[in-house]
């Protein structure tokens, strides 16, 4: 059974700083991992996907890696702002269809 | 190109009664999917479903739980005789066919809240 981890649960910065972001997750044998941003009481909006055979995407001030062999991504988020603030999630996708998520971690960009 | 629609978005039920909740995937999307967040805790699985065809209801509590996408209309989850614990967030997602590499896109969710 996947089990996905997300370090930290919270995390507060002052603007202008960079986010890190852990996710690890247990069984390597995965199709691909993406990264969601839930904003409180909303739904998920994708903001990366990265397919098993990459090791990173890219998307303006977003830049997520990939590690599968030991089981580990990271979303680094440069230069934040207040408006990153919001809880981001990590899901790993084992087979053709379901997703496994983390508890996810809570940013807040203090301005 | 309409996301993925969930209706409603807030209901509050009284224990033992039933909830309805409905999702229209994207357009062109055939596959969906039900996941349900508990407060303070990670999305979990419920259900996979395409066009009149369960795929996977291994995340699906045994009883009162229920789901259906019939060949028109939106995909509905049933939650019969619901009890303070059902009170959650159930997102929607779907996908195209196929949907090993692609995006699956969440809706809004509903926030079921049993009183």
């Known amino acids: 059974k996947q089990e996905v981890t997300q370090i930290p649960a919270a995390l507060s910065v002052p603007e202008g700083e960079n986010l890190v972001l852990n996710c690890s997750f247990t069984?390597?044998?995965?199709?691909?991992l993406q990264w969601f941003r839930q904003d409180p009481g909303k739904g998920l909006t994708s903001l990366l996907l990265?397919?098993?055979?990459?090791r990173e995407q890219t998307s303006g001030r977003l830049n997520a890696s990939l590690d599968k062999s030991s089981g580990r991504s990271t979303l680094y988020i440069a230069a934040s702002q207040p408006g990153d603030s919001a809880t981001y999630l990590c899901?790993?996708?084992?087979?053709?269809?379901?997703?496994?998520f983390g508890a996810g971690t809570t940013v807040t960009v203090r301005a | 190109n309409a996301g993925v629609m969930q209706n409603p978005r807030h209901l509050v039920r009284r224990r033992g009664q039933e909830a309805r909740l409905r999702c229209s995937p994207m357009?062109?999307?055939?596959?969906v999917y039900w996941y349900r967040q508990l407060p303070e805790e990670g999305l979990k699985f419920m259900v996979y479903?395409?066009?009149?065809?369960?795929?996977?209801e291994s995340g699906m509590p045994k009883e009162r739980f229920s789901a259906e996408f019939p060949k028109e209309g939106p995909s509905i989850l049933r939650i019969q005789q619901v009890v303070r614990g059902d009170s959650a967030a159930y997102f929607c997602a779907s996908s195209p066919p196929h949907p090993r590499g692609n995006t699956i896109y969440f809706g809004e969710g509903s926030w079921l809240t049993v009183v």
């Open positions: 479903l395409q066009k009149e065809n369960i795929i996977d």
């Open positions: 990265i397919q098993s055979s990459q």
């Open positions: 069984d390597s044998a995965i199709y691909n």
């Open positions: 357009k062109g999307h055939s596959h």
């Open positions: 899901a790993v996708r084992s087979n053709d269809y379901k997703l496994s």
